[in-house]
């Protein structure tokens, strides 16, 4: 079975689930292949940066996305599980202002692409995640903005009942109604 490619509610967010090989060892899979990227999605990305990030249970991150340099975010867990989330901020689109979901851990596996134009929020459900993720452009301070994970207009179905513990910019975010938005 290859790499699947699983369209989301938003046609441009897509899932991906790798294939995994499994031995008396361990395990070994796949976790960028250009060119199978390339046939398989139909988009060329040319990835600039690789970040990684670790955050204790109830860490909530985002909504981020910068204004310009958008960037597009191929994003997976590697310890611990997270609820992921796209919101489609790109203003002429048919799915403005709405979001999708994936649950993403070190056992599912999943992928989740995040086109440029979209905000990107992720809260951690285990008691800690590793969190990777490779950017299409690189990260720019300045252009750099967040919505409030809990904007009423946005109205994301977190499933969560904790208060998510946030950074001071993350506490500062705008609303969505607010929001300086992309300049694509
Ligand atoms: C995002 C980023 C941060 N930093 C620095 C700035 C700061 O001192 C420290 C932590 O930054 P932040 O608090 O912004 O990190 P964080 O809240 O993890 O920001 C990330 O959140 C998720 C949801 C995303 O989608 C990412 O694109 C990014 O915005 O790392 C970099 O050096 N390069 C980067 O690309």
């Not at 060119?35 to 990305?45: A, D, F, I, S, Y």
């Not at 940066?49 to 860490?59: A, W």
């Not at 340099?69 to 901020?89: H, I, M, P, T, Y």
Request: net charge negative; proline share 4%; aromatic share 16%.
């Amino acid at each position: 079975m290859k790499m699947k490619i699983i369209k989301t509610d938003i046609p441009e967010v897509l899932v991906i689930q790798p294939r995994v090989f499994s031995d008396d060892r361990g395990f070994f899979f796949e976790s960028f292949n250009e060119r199978k990227w390339r046939e398989q999605t139909g988009l060329t990305c040319n990835f600039v940066q690789d970040n990684h990030s670790k955050s204790d249970h109830g860490v909530l991150r985002g909504i981020h996305y910068q204004i310009q340099q958008a960037q597009g975010k191929l994003v997976r867990v590697v310890e611990g599980e997270v609820f992921d989330v796209a919101v489609d901020l790109r203003r002429n689109s048919p799915t403005f202002g709405k979001w999708v979901g994936e649950f993403l851990s070190a056992e599912n596996f999943k992928q989740f692409w995040i086109p440029e134009g979209f905000g990107h929020a992720f809260v951690v459900l285990s008691e800690s995640a590793q969190f990777l993720y490779r950017t299409t452009d690189f990260w720019a301070p300045e252009h750099e903005r967040c919505i409030v994970w809990n904007d009423p207009d946005l109205n994301i179905d977190w499933p969560f009942k904790f208060i998510p513990v946030l950074s001071e910019k993350d506490a500062d975010g705008t609303f969505f109604k607010d929001a300086e938005l992309y300049e694509l």
